[in-house]
């Protein structure tokens, strides 16, 4: 069992930035993916970024590549989404998630937080 606790969200302006952190414990944290995913109101959860275990790999969907950063740190047993240059359209809850095999798909992942809410005015 992996637990996982985000935290960091809040409301910002548009052009601006939130640091977003995921705190791990419980099964060897290093032995997982991990990802993002946001759900705006009315909306699917979608795929935000993932981080393979080793931290050597890093993917990105199109619409946040180049403004949001993914990072992890096994020592401390975290994971950190940085997102800079917000959107409105980048209100959502963000979750960040575990899975054994590195995915975009939200049903390959096998353990999830509660969600923190960003919110970007306009």
């Known amino acids: 069992q992996v637990q996982l606790v985000e935290s960091g969200g809040g409301l910002v302006q548009a052009g601006g930035s939130l640091r977003l952190s995921c705190a791990a414990s419980?099964?060897?944290?290093?032995?997982?993916?991990m990802g993002w995913f946001r759900q705006a109101p009315g909306k699917e959860r979608e795929f935000v970024a993932a981080?393979?275990?080793?931290?050597?790999?890093?993917y990105y969907t199109a619409s946040v590549k180049g403004r949001f950063t993914i990072s992890r740190d096994n020592a401390k047993n975290t994971v950190n989404l940085q997102m800079n240059s917000l959107k409105p359209e980048d209100t959502a809850v963000y979750y960040c998630?575990?899975?054994?095999?590195?995915?975009?798909?939200?049903?390959?992942?096998?353990?999830w937080g509660q969600g923190t809410q960003v919110t970007v005015s306009s």
């Open positions: 419980g099964r060897t944290f290093r032995n997982y993916a």
């Open positions: 998630a575990a899975t054994a095999k590195l995915s975009s798909l939200t049903d390959e992942y096998d353990y």
């Open positions: 981080i393979r275990w080793s931290g050597g790999s890093t």
